[in-house]
């Protein structure tokens, strides 16, 4: 198990770094609980269900990632096309600001709760950045680069709600999730993922 002694390594070097358990998550491409599997019981018992999917051959050089943003714009548009692309902080970033480019929308950025979360959830709340384009009374799509549990969707989804917003998709490099949507916001990604 090679390769989950590398992810155990890696997420306990990303916490003596200074990232919260949620930016761990958001950092290797898991679901929170696996993060804290993998600072806190790694190898006592058995670890959650999840997939790891390595994204740096895309997302280390922009011309793939381009290519990805274009495949994601074309399967948006063929829905509709959204006044504003809502980016999920961070790694969804790159990828909204080119689908929102290839759009010709505006773009905006949302930190998910996920990224301040270390263990206590209660008081954390997510937020729009107020340096980038608003999501009230806009029609708006998600992009982040991969759906794990779908939490982080339904938060964004819940807050360009909240003021007014409609979303009409969500657009994933990747869905862990394997599903056509979340509570009714279309699902639309380049890869799924199917367990047997």
């Not at 590398?6 to 609980?33: C, F, P, Q, V, Y």
């Not at 600001?97 to 010709?104: I, K």
């Not at 979360?117 to 982040?144: L, M, P, Q, Y």
């Amino acid at each position: 198990m090679k390769k989950l002694d590398e992810l155990i390594d890696k997420a306990r070097h990303l916490k003596e770094k200074g990232l919260t358990t949620g930016e761990i998550a958001d950092e290797l491409n898991i679901s929170r609980e696996t993060a804290l599997w993998l600072l806190t019981k790694a190898k006592t018992e058995r670890p959650p269900s999840d997939v790891y999917v390595e994204m740096k051959n895309i997302s280390s050089l922009p011309f793939r990632l381009r290519n990805m943003a274009r495949i994601l714009s074309s399967m948006i548009s063929a829905i509709d096309v959204p006044e504003v692309v809502a980016g999920v902080a961070t790694s969804g970033i790159p990828i909204a600001t080119m689908v929102a480019e290839e759009l010709d929308s505006q773009l905006a950025v949302y930190y998910p709760k996920k990224l301040k979360w270390d263990g206590e959830e209660n008081h954390v709340r997510g937020t729009f950045s107020e340096n980038f384009a608003g999501v009230t009374n806009r029609k708006c799509v998600i992009v982040d680069d991969i759906i794990t549990t779908g939490t982080t969707i339904l938060e964004v989804s819940e807050s360009i709600r909240r003021r007014g917003g409609t979303v009409i998709a969500s657009a994933v490099l990747v869905d862990k999730r394997s599903q056509d949507d979340i509570e009714g916001i279309p699902v639309l990604s380049v890869l799924k993922v199917f367990r047997l």
